[in-house]
């Protein structure tokens, strides 16, 4: 009988062929480095000639014009082997006919299957590196548990409150998997309640629908209640944006804490009140003027404020533009403004607008900054680089002719991990600067 590991075939010399196809291939292969598979596992996808030359098989996303479309329609979700033009490997991944980024890439070779024991393994490995932190500093009642490619995961954030936590898909490509990721969160957490959220732009770029339910559990009668660097937040996962806080900050709102001297503070785009809040609790800052253009952020900052028992933040619902102008018209002087607006470009196309908002902000920002002021400016816009954001405020500094200097260069939080092979996930940039 022949061995499991060949074709069964009828004896003579179609036989032969078949028993040695793979002594005579895979020593070939292996000197270009192939993995060749005489009985591939799942559907192939060849990479075009004109792109495949700039992908080395470490990168997490395959866009669509880098991929030949199968002639046989796959579903979206369906497993696939990535292919060079030359047949060789470039790794495993997820196919979505639906979304510009047409393959996300989990596995770099074929050695392995991509299952559900594989992905038990990558959440674990997650859970695992939070662990190792928190025994060797301090526990933390909110924290992410996987950071999409930031933890191999690409498609899918978890971030625990409490005793709930939310899952955000970002791709379909881990949909097929979502009662098995629940099933692991229970098993490991035992939480009161699982949350799910797929936002509307995800759901169209990647042909789902838009979410926001319980997906397991009893949720909570009100807002949860979390601390953060020694201030108490109440989180309401029933109205709240993204997961349902910004936990990428933690560090970031501490670190500005340590520079903001006494004098009247301007929060801007405040949310809930993160930083103003934490100013609140660690700094000499006097008069603090918090800024949001939501009114259901301002009232949950205003909870939040009376939940610590602070003394009063002036609260103003307005548009951060055209509020920053308002003060420079009055000659509005402040000894910190802090900037955290929200994402301003999603797509390559919307940069060169971005950097111009950010521009007429922090311009904005610096002209109301007494000398020796701070300025703390954040931009999540993962598609804003570093140094294109590092540039707009020299920018500033030339219009202003202030010198600005930056003090600390930060990112997210640890348990924001970023994948060298995939940069653009490092979206948070929080620069704290000294204004002359």
């Known amino acids: 009988m022949a061995s499991d590991q060949f074709r069964q075939v009828e004896p003579g010399w179609p036989f032969f062929v078949a028993s040695v196809k793979p002594l005579i291939f895979r020593p070939i292969a292996g000197l270009f480095h192939y993995d060749y598979d005489p009985m591939p596992d799942y559907p192939q996808i060849f990479l075009n000639a004109k792109r495949s030359h700039a992908l080395d098989g470490f990168h997490p996303w395959i866009l669509d014009r880098s991929v030949i479309d199968p002639t046989l329609p796959l579903p979206p979700g369906t497993i696939v082997d990535c292919l060079l033009p030359s ?3 470039l790794g495993r991944g997820i196919y979505n006919p639906n979304s510009r980024i047409r393959i996300r890439l989990y596995q770099k070779t074929l050695a392995e299957d991509l299952d559900e024991a594989w992905l038990l393994r990558q959440l674990e490995r997650a859970c695992n590196l939070r662990n190792f932190w928190m025994s060797r500093n301090h526990n933390l009642d909110a924290l992410r548990l996987v950071n999409s490619e930031g933890d191999g995961l690409s498609g899918v954030i978890i971030d625990r409150f409490g005793d709930c936590v939310v899952i ?27 949350f799910l959220r797929i936002d509307a732009a995800t759901a169209k770029q990647e042909g789902l629908e838009s979410k926001d339910e319980l997906l397991r559990g009893i949720p909570p009668t009100g807002p949860l209640q979390i601390v953060e660097n020694s201030v108490k937040l109440a989180i309401d996962l029933s109205a709240s944006q993204k997961t349902g806080y910004y ?10 804490a340590r520079w903001i001297e006494a004098g009247p503070l301007l929060d801007v785009c405040c949310y809930v009140g993160g930083f103003s ?3 609140r609790q660690w700094t000499p800052a006097t008069e603090i003027t918090a800024v949001d253009s939501s009114l259901r952020a301002l009232e949950g900052a205003e909870r939040n404020l009376q939940l610590n028992g602070f003394p009063a933040i002036d609260f103003v619902q307005a548009d951060c533009f055209d509020y920053l102008e308002h003060l420079v018209s009055e000659n509005a002087q402040f000894q910190t403004v802090i900037l955290d607006p929200p994402r301003m470009a999603s797509h390559r196309g919307q940069v060169a607008a971005a950097i111009r908002a950010y521009h007429r902000l922090n311009l904005n920002a610096v002209r109301i900054l007494s000398p020796g002021g701070l300025l703390v400016t954040c931009s999540c816009s993962g598609r804003v680089s570093r140094e294109d954001f590092a540039g707009l405020l020299g920018a500033v500094s030339r219009k202003t002719k202030r010198r600005l200097q930056i003090l600390e260069s930060r990112s997210a939080d640890f348990d924001h991990p970023v994948d060298t092979t995939c940069l653009e996930s490092e979206y948070l940039k929080c620069l704290i600067c000294r204004v002359e």
């Open 87 to 89: 047949g060789a490997s």
């Open 168 to 194: 955000q898909l970002t791709a379909y490509a881990l949909l097929p998997w979502l009662d098995l990721i629940a099933d692991w969160i229970e098993s490991k957490f035992a939480p009161q309640a699982i």
């Open 247 to 256: 936990l990428d900050q933690r560090a970031n709102r501490a670190a500005a």
């Open 277 to 279: 809040l934490a100013a």
